[in-house]
């Protein structure tokens, strides 16, 4: 039931806050706690409107030495090609160098469905 936005809600229908978990082994805590960048600026890792061509490459070289560092760098690169994130420095890869990699990524599983299906077909037939 949706009600205006000048009502408030019934009570019933809030729903509860669920309690924070705390991890209970290290491979439970979230990557990005440990992440290096969240002790950096993130004007570093995402570019201001209308930034000169020079200043990018700049700003992003300085991200990605940040990232050179970080602990965490493949979960974050990981987490940025699965999202996919359009913007910004993410685990050392820029927004281009991402869309680089998921374009070959597409490629390559397209390769395998490819040599899976002709393997399926070769043993039907045999």
Same mark, same amino acid.
Not at 16 to 36: K, L
């Given at each position: ?33 440990? @992440?290096?960048? *969240? #002790? ?10 209308? /930034?000169?061509?020079?200043?990018? =490459? $700049? ?35 820029? @927004?281009?160098? *991402? #869309? ?10 397209? /390769?395998?469905?490819?040599?899976? =299906? $002709? ?8």
């Amino acid at each position: 039931m949706l009600h205006p936005p000048h009502q408030s809600l019934p009570v019933t229908a809030i729903p509860a806050i669920p309690t924070q978990r705390v991890p209970t082994r290290d491979s439970e805590v979230p990557w990005h706690t440990e @992440a290096v960048c *969240r #002790r950096d600026e993130a004007g570093l890792f995402f570019a201001p409107s209308k /930034e000169p061509t020079a200043a990018r =490459l $700049s700003r992003e070289q300085a991200a990605k030495r940040v990232c050179a560092r970080c602990p965490v760098m493949v979960e974050c690169r990981e987490h940025a090609l699965l999202q996919p994130e359009p913007y910004g420095v993410w685990g050392g890869l820029t @927004a281009a160098e *991402r #869309r680089v990699v998921l374009a070959r990524r597409r490629r390559r599983d397209v /390769e395998l469905q490819k040599s899976a =299906l $002709s393997v399926t077909r070769i043993a039907a037939a045999g």
